[in-house]
């Protein structure tokens, strides 16, 4: 098994060490993380990537407070997940929206707003500001039914920052969604993260999505996921479409490919789309 040694982060965001995660007791006993380790800085964007299986959504749970390491520790802005939970220190996007669809767009942003008891004045002036970031000013007064899986997923994405946390959290956002879709989400969340200075860990298991959106990436092997390799993407800040058809990018997608290759059949690839 390879590594990168990766200094830590002058300001550490996330923090996690030497975590495993076990699931059941005796002969049904499933080891899901075996000692992890990394630490995320500020502002940075971070993919988890890693084949199915490989614990990738066990640990994005374990900083949500969603789950509870069987050994180790999670800080987030030095604080347990629990604390930083309650304090509103982060905001999620699933795989799937899990939007209510008897709520208008408007309202489903509004939401953790309301729960907070914030004035419905102050509510519409910031999902309008949202909504606006995420390009569906228009659409503001649609149902969920109404709109296409990627507007959904852009509204999704809207409720989580509407209570301003510095951490998003985003398990495999994208992945139900059609390639030229998907691409424009890319980049839009990009402009999210230029715009509002957030920090990012994100959950995929594609390696081009993940070169693309990160500044590094986090490779999990499978079955306990480990910690295989950290890399910086050496790419340039600003990303664009031209950006994938660069030699450049085609290298680094090429290099994390390899990190799979190292321990799976090569005529295996089922891990690698």
Known sequence: MSSINVPVPDVCHIEVDHVSVVFGT???????????SFHIGSNEFVSLLGPSGCGKSTLLRLVADLLQPTSGSVRIAGDEPEKARLQRQFG???????????????HNVELP????????????????????????TRF??????QLSGGMQQRVSIAR?????????????PFSALDEFTKEKLQLELLDIKRSTGKTFLFVTHS??????????IIVLSAHPGQVHSI???ELPSERNRELRET????????????????ERDPSDTSALL
């Open 113 to 136: 707003l309301e729960l907070l008891g914030t004035s419905k004045k102050e509510c519409k002036r910031m999902s309008a500001e949202l909504l606006e970031l995420v390009g569906l």
């Open 140 to 145: 503001a007064d649609h149902y969920p039914w």
């Open 231 to 233: 890399h910086h993407v």
């Open 247 to 262: 030699e450049a990018f085609y290298q680094m997608i090429t290099t994390i490919r390899n990190c799979f290759y190292e």
């Open 92 to 106: 999620i996007v699933f795989q799937t929206p899990a939007l209510f669809d008897w709520r208008t767009v408007r």
């Open 160 to 172: 989580a920052l509407a209570l301003d946390p510095p951490l998003l959290l985003m398990d495999e």
């Open 207 to 216: 390696i081009p999505e993940a070169v693309f959106l990160s500044d590094r």
């Open 26 to 36: 005796g002969t049904q006993q499933v080891t899901a993380l075996s000692d992890v």
